[in-house]
């Protein structure tokens, strides 16, 4: 392991994490002292970690292509970095505001009725910074582990970290063991973070109690305004920005119909990919939390827990240590319909995103209430009448809600699927991958706009079906 390449890597995880919780706290200030407008800033919270991370780099790119050209290499290796934490944190900093506001979620708006003098930074240092102070650390660690466990930024912006050098060592020279021994820090994060959140119980931001914001409102002074103003320019910074530039752009358009007539085999396995494995880890995830929670009401131990908490491994590790794992398994004779077909793509998918569809659906099933399904039962209703009338309506959007977390997280993947692509099983995101490193941003562009209307398309769907249903 050099110097450089600790020193680089440690420049893009550190200041990622202090950028990236810097604005998700002052994010969550605005959302929490908002008298209107609060789902706007939820909305616009939640998309940032919906967005493709090639779509805010090809973005950045383009901005700085003429200062790229012009500076010397040392200045732009620097620039780069700081473009990569940028970048990174316009990703990664929803993951902070989330966490605060489930801890400010559990204030009794007795605590702010007690001071009445507790108010602007008073009221920040004194209440709202300790009651975060376990969700920050967490935040931390999180925000840490995955931009230094994030491929595609760091390798767009060509600035050497651990996981470009474990992908180039073992792409060129089939060096495992150099790459290993290049990278192995890590190897050491997800240990750490799970140790980290082995007693920890977080809150979901809706259980805000009713009189809580317009309270924090009165008492935040100008912390109110200043966290608004600054919400309102970082969201523009993180979705407009992006979009805007993909947008405007007419070459964009005039090369769409072109990109798409090229890709038509992409866009069908991203298709397949994205939605078979959404549908695939839906399924796996509810039963497996079906099952854990019959286990534990029997009384009998069961590891299941420990079990969950080792499917983030997969999820925390950079994706091409599961390329790598995957073609050491499949990459055999009597292997080879599985490692030369899209199903090892799929496979590969299914591994790194089942951990966030069990933790999402695991949280639906707990607030789901038993007696509703048991009472029904009682009364002589089939198996499939109290799943329709009992289980469906309460865990149904939280089934939809995880699939379609896991479908964009498959849509966007490129790490995980690089190394083992088989052959005419290229993606939309691997077809962008490998046109930004030649400089097509026109097309790339293009592709862009075809990834975010697959990314809408199901809430499009699903939208037109609720207002049949309704009408019906």
Partial sequence: MSLTLLLNSLAVGLGTTLLAMGAGLLVALAVAGALKGRGVLLAGSASCLALPPFLAT?????VTADWRGLMSPEVVERGSLSLTALTLASLLWPLT??????????????????????????????????????????????????????????????????????????NTQFDLAGALRATWPLLLLPPGLFWLLRRHDFAWPRLHRAGLPSML??????????????????????????????????????????????????????????AGTATATTLLALLWTIGHDRSSSAGTRSDSSWLGRLAWVPFL???????VVLIWVFNRPALSAIYQSLAIVGLALLIRYVAPGITVIAAGVRATD????????????????????????????????????????????????????????????????NLLHYGHGAQVNALCVVMVGLAVAPLAAYAGWRRVTGRW
Avoid: H
């Fill in 58 to 62: 090809n973005a950045w790119l383009d």
């Fill in 97 to 170: 505001t989330f966490l605060v506001l489930g801890a400010w979620a559990k204030l009794q708006p007795e605590l702010l009725e007690a001071d009445p003098l507790l108010r602007g930074t008073r009221l920040l240092r004194g209440l709202l910074l300790p009651a975060a102070r376990a969700e920050l650390t967490v935040a931390a660690a999180i925000t840490l582990t995955l931009a230094l466990a994030n491929f595609t930024v760091p390798v767009l912006f060509q600035v050497r970290v651990f996981t470009e050098e474990f992908w180039i060592r073992f």
């Fill in 217 to 274: 409102a009165q008492q935040l002074g100008d912390w109110r305004q200043g966290s608004l103003a600054f919400a309102a320019g970082w969201l523009l910074l993180a979705i407009v920005f992006p979009l805007g530039r993909l947008a405007v752009s007419s070459r964009t358009w005039t090369e769409l119909p072109g990109a798409v007539a090229a890709g038509q085999m992409a866009l069908g396995n991203t298709l397949l990919t994205a």
């Fill in 317 to 323: 590790l950079p994706g091409v240590f599961l390329g």
């Fill in 370 to 433: 038993p007696q509703l399904a048991e009472a029904a039962s009682s009364l002589g209703a089939s198996r499939w009448r109290v799943f329709r009338d009992t289980v469906w309506p309460q865990l149904g959007p939280t089934l939809l809600t995880a699939w379609y977390a896991v479908y964009l997280l498959c849509l966007w993947d490129v790490e995980s699927v690089v190394l083992i692509q088989p052959p005419g099983g290229e993606t939309l995101a691997l077809r962008i991958f």
